[in-house]
Structure formats: structure tokens, C-alpha cells
């Protein structure tokens, strides 16, 4: 099976590269870090560095291939608006045209359950619940590029889409990087009663569901599926096992909600600042206010 993933220098999708290349898959991983698809091409992957607004050369990568995994996108908390169209909306509409034209077998697009997110509690998000307006940019794109997928699946293009919640394990890019140093300096403040409730689904888990979507039958085409490991935990429970095993002290500033008028406060600050930078603490899921939107919520696999 010849196959191209995008975003392969990120967590979920050089995950995925390896585990094809592993399976004997005929596989190109594609991404624009040079220095992560020189490790890929160490290990025996073909790569093709390259950025999806690209589309003359995205349109070659998918020739002759089968499936495409789309797992590429900007992913940050924070950021200006247009970075996060750019990549997750025309990236997104520039990888379904390649695929309609190379007449690709299937589309596998990797979307986000942060689309659900309204800063309320939510416990056992059904795909079919309506979506709440966008808290960030990165939930507004991810929005508006699934309906690029949708479209095109509307007209034909043999489509699906997963939203994995909170991916973790080795190789981590995402929440490790950002949750550790702060566990590490004790600056990582408990925010609500530490009874917060998350679901989280480790990385080879998400692999197996995208292998499942690439050979899925054909009334799954055209739908969208939560992905977790189905195994709800408190939060502040696991981050004190992790703290403990590392031998980094346990979290135990508390906040509660009075915090949000903080993170918009800052917020809007931080926007003025010409060069965007991010603030410490916002009100959906960056910085201190990380554990604030990854424990408010979380997606029942089926």
C-alpha cells in the first residue's frame, strides 16, 4: 500500500510514518522540519519536505499514491489568526484538491476535539453534538477545514475524520514540552477543585484508529470519530503520579474560576504587543491555563 503522511515531522504523524514504514508500507513522509525528516530518513522513510500551500509540488507528492493521512497543521494555543488559516485551512483545501485530482483511494483527516470546547464541564461529547462558536483560532480553522473535507466527500472523495483527544506518549511534542518545565519549576498552579475529570489517548492507540480509517468500510466514509482511550482519570491525580516520578514537587497553588478574568485581561494585552507573544496564562488551554481546557471536557470513544 503506498501511502503519504503529512505533518510527519510532528508527534501523531511521525508516529505514523514509522508504524507504516514498520508494517511494510511503501510510505512518504512529508513535512517542512528538515531536521526531523533527516531522522525519518535515517530510519529508511522516504520523505519530501515541502509546505502545503505549496500546491504544484503537493499535487506530484500525491501522485500514484493511495492513501493519505493528512495529520499536518499549526496546532499552537496561541498566534495570529491568519498563521492558523493558512496552515489548517488552505493547507487542508490544497491537500483534498491533490486528492481529487490524483484520485486518491481514501483521505484520512486528523481534526480535534478542541471544537467542542465552550468552557463549560462536558463528559461523553457525541460526534453529532452541535459545535459550539470557537474559542481560538486554532478551534476556528480546524472548523472551517473540516468542512473542506466534507465537501469534497459530499462530491465523491472517499473521506473520514477522526478528532483524537489529548495524544500522549514517547516522542511527545505537544503537551510534554509545555506541561514538564512547568512541573519541573513548580509553576503549575491546580485550577479548579483538583477533581477535574480528562480522558487522554496514548499514541499508539491513535495510530491504530487512523490504520482502522484507512480500511474502514464504506459506511464509515464521510463520518467523524472521537478518539480516546476510553479510560476517564482526574487530572491532578495523574500529573502528581508524574511529578512523583520524576521527583518534581506536586502541584499545589490553587485557582478557580476568578483566574479566566486574569487570562482575558492578559489576552488582550498580549494581542496589542506587535510581535503577538504568548501570554502566560489565556483563557483556552495555553501556558498555566493549559490544564484548564484539557480538564474541562473530554470525548467517549464509541
Not at 187 to 195: Q, S, T
Not at 262 to 290: M, S
Request: charged share 25%; proline share 6%.
Amino acid at each position: 500500500m503506498k501511502a503519504l503522511v503529512t505533518g510527519a515531522t510532528g508527534f501523531l504523524g511521525g508516529a505514523l510514518a514509522r508504524r507504516l514504514h514498520n508494517m511494510g508500507w511503501d510510505v512518504t513522509a512529508s513535512g517542512r522540519n528538515a531536521s526531523r525528516l533527516d531522522q525519518l530518513e535515517r530510519e529508511g522513510i522516504r520523505t519530501h519536505q515541502f509546505d502545503l500551500k505549496d500546491k504544484v509540488v503537493l499535487m506530484e507528492a500525491c501522485k500514484d499514491q493511495e492513501i493519505v493521512f493528512h495529520c499536518a497543521a499549526f496546532p499552537s494555543p496561541w498566534g495570529n489568526f491568519e498563521k492558523f488559516y493558512q496552515a489548517n485551512v488552505i493547507g487542508t483545501r490544497n491537500v483534498v484538491q491533490a486528492c481529487e485530482a490524483n484520485k486518491i483511494k481514501r483521505l484520512v483527516y486528523v481534526s480535534t476535539p478542541s471544537i467542542y470546547f465552550d468552557y463549560t464541564s462536558r463528559v461523553n461529547v457525541k460526534e453529532t453534538d452541535s459545535l459550539p462558536e470557537p474559542v481560538s483560532a486554532y478551534s476556528a480553522t480546524k472548523i472551517l477545514a473540516e468542512e473542506e473535507v466534507d465537501k469534497a466527500s459530499a462530491n465523491g472523495l472517499a473521506a473520514i475524520t477522526i478528532r483524537p483527544r489529548g495524544i500522549f506518549g514517547p516522542m511527545d511534542t505537544v503537551i510534554s514540552p509545555r506541561l514538564i518545565p512547568r512541573l519541573r519549576s513548580g509553576r503549575l498552579p491546580m485550577i479548579g477543585d483538583g477533581e477535574n475529570i480528562v480522558d487522554l489517548t496514548y499514541i499508539d492507540n491513535v495510530v491504530d484508529a487512523l490504520l482502522l480509517c484507512a480500511e474502514s468500510p464504506a459506511n464509515t466514509l464521510g463520518k467523524k470519530y472521537n478518539i480516546t482511550n476510553g479510560e476517564p482519570i482526574k487530572l491532578w491525580e495523574w500529573l502528581e503520579k508524574i511529578c512523583k516520578e520524576l521527583g518534581y514537587p506536586a502541584p499545589k497553588i490553587k485557582y478557580q474560576v476568578r483566574l479566566y478574568a486574569l487570562a482575558a485581561t492578559l489576552e488582550t494585552l498580549f494581542t496589542i504587543i506587535p510581535t503577538h507573544p504568548e501570554p502566560p496564562v489565556d483563557t483556552h488551554g495555553g501556558q498555566y491555563g493549559f490544564q484548564q481546557h484539557h480538564a474541562r471536557y473530554f470525548c467517549c470513544k464509541k
